[in-house]
């Protein structure tokens, strides 16, 4: 391999790190194997040693890379994310309407609205809560977004589908627990351990 090849690839190592670093579920580990079966090993090896749901632990290589689930394996639990999407949308919402309540309500007490004046009393405070819980519900939607996703996906197919290797990904329940599965992981002698 010449120079700019070597470069190129140690550009490419250190993006897929700062994109795993950014993952918003810190207690994520990623395993590479140069096979798939010590992959499937070490996978077993951290359910059996670590007590972790085998749903939060996927080996990824060429047999699952074509599963229509693959990015399940990204998630911490596919089944939570619609329900903290759910959760968060409610959360941001009602702040936002609250705040805008809040904000129209300061505005019109403190006369920063003049000329503002409306046949029904109620519908000042109507106006605040609605753009208040738009401006909450856009929040959380700006929150909820992955963008680096699909880079890790793409790195992830680009190494199972032209090196081979295998990965584990664990979704540790806290920082104790990945701890722990980093250790267990070490043993098996991954390729490396990311992030």
Do not use: Y
């Given at each position: 391999?010449?120079?700019?090849?070597?470069?190129?690839r140690a550009q490419g190592e250190?993006?897929?790190?700062?994109?795993?670093?950014?993952?918003?579920?810190?207690?994520?580990?990623?395993?590479?194997?140069?096979?798939?079966?010590?992959?499937?090993?070490?996978?077993?090896?951290?359910?059996?040693?670590?007590?972790?749901?085998?749903?939060?632990?996927?080996?990824?290589?060429?047999?699952?890379?074509?599963?229509?689930q693959f990015s399940d394996a990204?998630?911490?639990?596919?089944?939570?994310?619609?329900?903290?999407?759910?959760?968060?949308?409610?959360?941001?919402?009602?702040?936002?309407?609250?705040?805008?309540?809040?904000?129209?309500?300061?505005?019109?007490?403190?006369?920063?609205?003049?000329?503002?004046?409306?046949?029904?009393?109620?519908?000042?405070?109507?106006?605040?809560?609605?753009?208040?819980?738009?401006?909450?519900?856009?929040?959380?939607?700006?929150?909820?977004?992955?963008?680096?996703?699909?880079?890790?996906?793409?790195?992830?197919?680009?190494?199972?589908?032209?090196?081979?290797?295998?990965?584990?990904?664990?979704?540790a329940d806290d920082r104790d627990?990945?701890?722990?599965?980093?250790?267990?992981?070490?043993?098996?002698?991954?390729?490396?351990?990311?992030?």
């Amino acid at each position: 391999m010449n120079a700019a090849g070597t470069g190129q690839r140690a550009q490419g190592e250190s993006a897929r790190g700062a994109a795993l670093a950014r993952e918003p579920h810190d207690c994520t580990l990623w395993a590479e194997f140069e096979r798939a079966d010590a992959a499937a090993a070490a996978a077993q090896l951290v359910r059996e040693r670590c007590h972790i749901d085998p749903a939060h632990v996927r080996v990824v290589n060429a047999d699952t890379l074509d599963d229509p689930q693959f990015s399940d394996a990204l998630e911490p639990a596919p089944g939570d994310v619609g329900a903290s999407l759910g959760w968060t949308h409610a959360l941001f919402g009602i702040a936002g309407a609250l705040l805008g309540c809040a904000l129209i309500g300061l505005a019109s007490m403190r006369g920063w609205l003049p000329g503002i004046e409306l046949g029904q009393p109620w519908l000042l405070p109507l106006i605040g809560v609605f753009f208040g819980a738009m401006a909450g519900l856009l929040v959380a939607g700006a929150v909820s977004l992955k963008p680096h996703r699909g880079a890790v996906a793409a790195w992830l197919t680009d190494a199972v589908r032209r090196h081979g290797h295998a990965f584990v990904v664990v979704h540790a329940d806290d920082r104790d627990t990945r701890d722990s599965v980093r250790e267990t992981l070490g043993g098996a002698r991954p390729a490396r351990i990311l992030p």
